[in-house]
């Protein structure tokens, strides 16, 4: 399976834009990008995903890069309720059966 | 999007005893996943339900302690067999269609004395 990094933790003030940046050096061609987020005491939602052009959508952006090898995860403005852990998956719906492998995830505060 | 049920919400249960946890969803899907998340971690894949066939379980995760049931396109079982105290944990039982999002539900707390 494709691994991802990410910060352990980030910090972020109420109402700034908030860059979450993920590594995965050793994404496949048939790797969608994807980044959930699990707000305290409930189960992951989805957030935004991509293969190789950026995405918009209500939530967040998500900014590729152009070898894949990296990707953002942007809020627009931060709020309070943005606070969660953050995860960066690799989806390969062609080779892995669809499944999710979470790993550590980027929990992020926002601070009033 | 999907909505996903799980049931029970949480339960405590007896050292040696099985709990049979129910997800529902409420459009047919495709794909159906089994989750635990101890507290603090992340999540781990215990195993993918496959409609109409057993179903393929990770690395460490054994078809005889955690039986998986897919019988259609909306639900599933996930069982936990002979539990133990390391068994406790947040189960969550996930949905999607093939190139869709994925959903979960709220998840059960399995507390095992």
């Known amino acids: 399976d494709a691994k991802t990094t990410q910060p352990n933790s980030m910090e972020s003030n109420e109402e700034e834009p908030v860059h979450l940046p993920c590594n995965h050096s050793?994404?496949?061609?048939?790797?969608?990008i994807h980044w959930y987020r699990q707000l305290p005491s409930q189960g992951p939602e989805y957030v935004i995903h991509?293969?190789?052009s950026n995405v918009n959508n209500r939530m967040a952006s998500l900014a590729i890069a152009e070898d894949r090898k990296s990707s953002t995860l942007i809020l627009h403005r931060a709020t309070l309720r943005d606070a969660a852990v953050y995860y960066c998956?690799?989806?390969?719906?062609?080779?892995?059966?669809?499944?999710?492998?979470f790993g550590q995830g980027t929990e992020l505060s926002v601070k009033p | 999007s999907a909505v996903i049920s799980q049931k029970p919400s949480r339960d405590i249960c007896q050292r040696g005893t099985s709990l049979t946890i129910q997800c529902q969803v409420d459009?047919?899907?495709?794909?159906m996943f089994w989750y635990r998340q101890q507290p603090g971690q992340s999540l781990t894949l215990i195993a993918t339900?496959?409609?109409?066939?057993?179903?393929?379980?990770e690395s460490g995760f054994v078809i005889d302690k955690f039986p998986i049931s897919r019988p259609n396109l909306t639900f599933s079982t996930l069982t936990v067999s002979n539990m133990s105290p390391e068994d406790s944990s947040i189960y969550l039982c996930?949905?999607?269609?093939?190139?869709?999002?994925?959903?979960f539900g709220s998840g059960t707390q399995l507390s095992v004395l």
């Open positions: 998956i690799l989806r390969d719906l062609y080779n892995q059966g669809g499944k999710l492998i």
């Open positions: 050793t994404i496949s061609g048939t790797d969608y």
């Open positions: 339900a496959n409609q109409g066939s057993e179903a393929t379980y």
């Open positions: 991509g293969l190789t």
């Open positions: 459009s047919q899907v495709t794909m």
């Open positions: 996930s949905a999607s269609d093939f190139d869709e999002k994925l959903f």
